[in-house]
C-alpha cells in the first residue's frame, strides 16, 4: 500500500509537470474525516485545469492509487480530484479567490 506521504508528493509532482501555480497542502486530518490532505493549486484557464486534473489521475495510476473520482472536468474553472486520503483541487485563480478555500479550512 502507498503511503499518504508518496501519494501526497506525487500529486504536488504531478500539478508542477503542468505547470500549476500557487500549490499548497493542507493537513485537514484534525478537522475531517474524509480526508488528511486537501491539495490546492491554480491553474491559468479552464483548459490547463483538465490538463492538469488528467495528470494527476495518470500519475496515480503509475504507482498504482486509483483515484475515486473527479468533478467539474466539463467545466473546467474547479476540478476535484479525489484520490481517497488526499482530494486535489484545481482552479482557475478567479474560482479560487472566490471560494477562498485556504480561509474557509483555517476558520474550523
Not at 491553474?43 to 490547463?48: F, G
Not at 467539474?72 to 485563480?93: A, F, K, N, Q
Request: proline share 1%.
Amino acid at each position: 500500500m502507498t503511503s499518504v506521504s508518496t501519494i501526497k508528493k506525487n500529486v504536488i509532482d504531478a500539478l508542477e509537470d503542468i505547470k500549476a501555480f500557487d500549490i499548497i497542502a493542507l493537513d485537514v486530518r484534525k478537522l475531517t474525516s474524509i480526508a488528511d490532505y486537501m491539495i490546492i493549486a491554480s491553474a491559468s484557464s479552464s483548459r490547463q485545469t483538465k490538463a492538469l486534473a488528467n495528470n494527476v489521475q495518470d500519475k496515480m495510476k503509475e504507482i498504482n492509487v486509483g483515484v475515486v473520482g473527479m468533478e467539474g472536468e466539463s467545466e473546467g474553472d474547479w476540478v476535484l480530484v479525489d484520490v481517497g486520503d488526499i482530494v486535489v483541487h484545481i482552479m482557475t485563480p478567479t474560482t479560487r479567490a472566490y471560494y477562498n478555500l485556504e480561509e474557509l479550512w483555517s476558520k474550523v
